[in-house]
């Protein structure tokens, strides 16, 4: 007479299930993590930036200092990037968001190169005497940046990028003399707006 089969233990099945389970909500949580938005784009952010361009084209404005306006403004840049950086930074780790892996690398991504290339050109247009392009190259290089970053940020960043771009090709046709006050008008203005509607729209 044949002895039946032993039947599988039920606490390993469900032990398998429950493994299963697990392993499927992990990879579900990691594909709509890399998938979703990158949000943390404070307003704050944008104001601080907006407040060091508008001082930046105050300053270089002045007779004294009209000749130094591109030092003036590789300073104001610099920290802009920075307190921006600092300012974005703060906000993803308030609100759990890893800055180094899915939508937080990607945006940084897209906005490097054309922050790379605007750094590039800015040595080159100044090494030949071109200086008066160099407001426009980085109007427009920063509104390619921002607007390819958008992708995976908030739509309203495209908005914001848009505007830049539209104010860099107008520096290039712009009449002489005025550089100053479109870097202001950009660096200064657009970010102090739209830093103001970041933080009504999103709370920070």
Known sequence: MDTPAAKPDGTAKVQSLHSQALGNLEFIRQTMEGAGSFTAVPGTAGITMGTIGVLAALLASLPALASHWLMIWLVAAALAALTGSLLIWYKAVAAGITIYTGPAKRFVLALAPALLAGAVLTIVLAYSNLDAL???????????????????????????????????????????????????????????????????????
């Open 134 to 204: 160099i407001p426009g190259t980085w109007l427009l290089l920063y509104g390619c940046g921002v607007m390819a970053a958008s992708v995976v940020s908030l739509p309203l960043i495209t908005t914001l990028g848009a505007c830049f771009m539209l104010l860099g090709m107008l520096a290039f046709v712009a009449p002489f003399g005025i550089e100053n006050w479109l870097l202001g008008a950009g660096f200064g203005g657009l970010h102090l707006v739209f830093g103001v509607l970041l933080a009504r729209q999103h709370r920070g």
